[in-house]
């Protein structure tokens, strides 16, 4: 059972990774792409989708015992996209940090996705958290 | 023995199995994988689509509400089996199995419950894509028959549940936009939306 858990998790996984790059190639997120090309990217995405479903179906038959319940799916779904958008943050900043430049005066940030067609994500989670902790500061500051 | 129609229907789809190339299309279509991933891979999608941030509000309020619409369509067949128990027909019409034999209530089909409650959730969100997620939902549900597991009543039962769950999640969420405001607030702030 752990093993057909792990089978999901994987079909999961790599096929959310596939659609992640199809959706940010599309809607030019550029900061979240793994590819500057879109072609590329919705390579990526037919051979991620195609691939994981047929590496599953192809590693045992499906139609058999055991199967996973729905609460297992859910979870095990939730989990694998979870996955998919952490890994894709973290490789998509390391490879557009050079490819995409900072802004003059540091990365502003402040309207959600839309910030990531000019900047990666990691510049604008920190931009953001900057901002929290500056306006925490100045709170203490007009409190003491 | 006389057989009602829901029965007599029955056999008649799933008489229809026995020829090589159709029952693996249905045998494909009719495991507890493939639609319910498929219909959530394209909810996921429609989290991070929408051209402009006003679209793209509404279809994570239609992801929300479809989430929520699974969620209580789950709950109300597992209520529902613990007050109706109606037996799968391999146990006692002649059947034709092209899948394992599970012995939970045959009504409603959990199965079609689910699927057509995220198929209704993604059409309210985006019309061309929802008409597609019911055309497979639909097929989900004849292969369920087809495959020797359900009765067409259940399909039915199921398609009803999921889109009273859907119209359930839709009331709720018009009444208490606080609910899916927070959560899309919070991942605009990670963003994530």
Not at chain 1, 10 to 24: D, K, R
Not at chain 2, 71 to 88: D, E, H, P, T
Not at chain 2, 110 to 116: D, E, P, Y
Request: aromatic share 14%; with cysteine.
């Amino acid at each position: 059972m752990g093993w057909l858990k792990l089978q999901y998790f994987l079909l999961v996984f790599f096929a959310s990774l596939g659609i992640l790059q199809a959706v940010f190639s599309w809607r030019k997120l550029r900061g979240l792409q793994f590819f500057g090309q879109r072609i590329a990217a919705y390579l990526f995405a037919a051979a991620t989708v195609i691939g994981s479903f047929v590496w599953f179906y192809g590693a045992g038959n499906r139609n058999t015992l055991p199967v996973l319940e729905g609460s297992q799916q859910t979870s095990m779904f939730m989990a694998a996209t979870a996955a998919a958008v952490v890994f894709t943050v973290l490789l998509s900043s390391a490879i557009n940090a050079s490819r995409l430049p900072r802004t003059g005066s540091g990365t502003k940030c402040g309207n959600g996705l839309d910030d990531l067609r000019h900047t990666t994500y990691l510049r604008c989670l920190a931009a953001t958290l900057a901002k929290v902790a500056n306006r925490a500061r100045s709170r203490e500051r007009h409190g003491a | 023995m006389v057989l009602s129609l829901d029965e007599r229907l029955y056999l008649w789809i799933n008489g229809l199995s026995g020829w090589g190339p159709l029952d693996r299309v249905m045998a494909f279509l009719v495991n507890d994988y493939f639609v319910p991933v498929c219909l959530s891979l394209v909810l996921f999608a429609m989290w991070f689509s929408g051209d402009g941030a006003e679209r793209r509000r509404e279809l994570q309020c239609a992801v929300l509400r479809s989430m929520a619409g699974i969620g209580i369509a789950s709950i109300v067949v597992k209520v529902s089996n613990l007050l109706f128990y109606r037996a799968r027909p391999f146990t006692y019409l002649e059947a034709n199995l092209l899948f394992y034999p599970p012995h939970d209530s045959s009504f409603p089909s959990n199965s079609a419950a689910i699927a057509f409650a995220a198929a209704f959730g993604i059409w309210l969100g985006h019309r061309k894509t929802g008409m597609v997620a019911l055309v497979v939902a639909a097929m989900y549900g004849f292969s369920r028959v087809y495959s020797g597991i359900h009765f067409p009543l259940d399909i039915a039962g199921g398609v009803a549940y999921g889109l009273a769950a859907t119209l359930a999640a839709y009331v709720i969420f018009k009444a208490l936009p606080v609910l899916p405001g927070a959560v899309i607030r919070l991942m605009r702030t990670l963003h994530l939306a």
